[in-house]
């Protein structure tokens, strides 16, 4: 028996050591910028702690028509572990936001609080899933606005 209050005890005690990721970890401005030849894009996400977005894209095309564009997102978010889970309604989409986020899912990179190592991990989000093809695969860094 007290064998068995020992491993209860152990296995409550490295469950309350988990850290779970909490809105306040994700909440934030991300953020990447492609710079390549003739061309710049740059994304900004606002993850607001409230559980709303803003989404901006701002692509610049040397040879484009048009050679620049401007593209807009809002609407909610929710956390689902290591999940970021995105939502536009009807009233989020306007002559301004017109990407609609729905079915869009990101991870949440972080570097465990447990992990001591030396390993440098940006906190960031990476989109997983989205029927906006061109976000899939992207991965935005968190940094300060």
């Known amino acids: 028996m007290k ?20 809105i306040e970890d994700v909440a934030g401005f ?7 030849n003739n061309a710049l894009i740059i994304d900004k996400l606002i993850l607001n702690a409230d559980g709303t977005f803003v989404f901006h894209e701002y692509d610049k095309h040397d040879l484009g028509i048009p050679p620049e564009r401007n593209k807009y997102a809002k609407g909610t978010w929710k956390l689902e572990k290591n999940l970021i889970l995105f939502t536009s309604g ?9 990407l609609n986020f729905n079915k869009s899912k990101a991870r949440f990179i972080s570097k465990p609080s447990r992990d001591t190592s030396s390993r440098d991990i940006k906190t960031s989000i990476r989109f997983i899933q989205s029927e906006i093809a061109w976000i899939t695969g992207r991965t935005l860094l968190k940094s300060n606005p």
């Open 30 to 36: 991300y953020e990447v910028t492609y710079d390549a």
């Open 90 to 98: 009807e009233n989020d989409l306007d002559e301004k936001h017109t």
């Open 3 to 22: 064998n068995f209050q020992t491993l209860l005890f152990i296995s409550v005690l490295n469950f309350s050591m988990t850290a779970q990721t909490t």
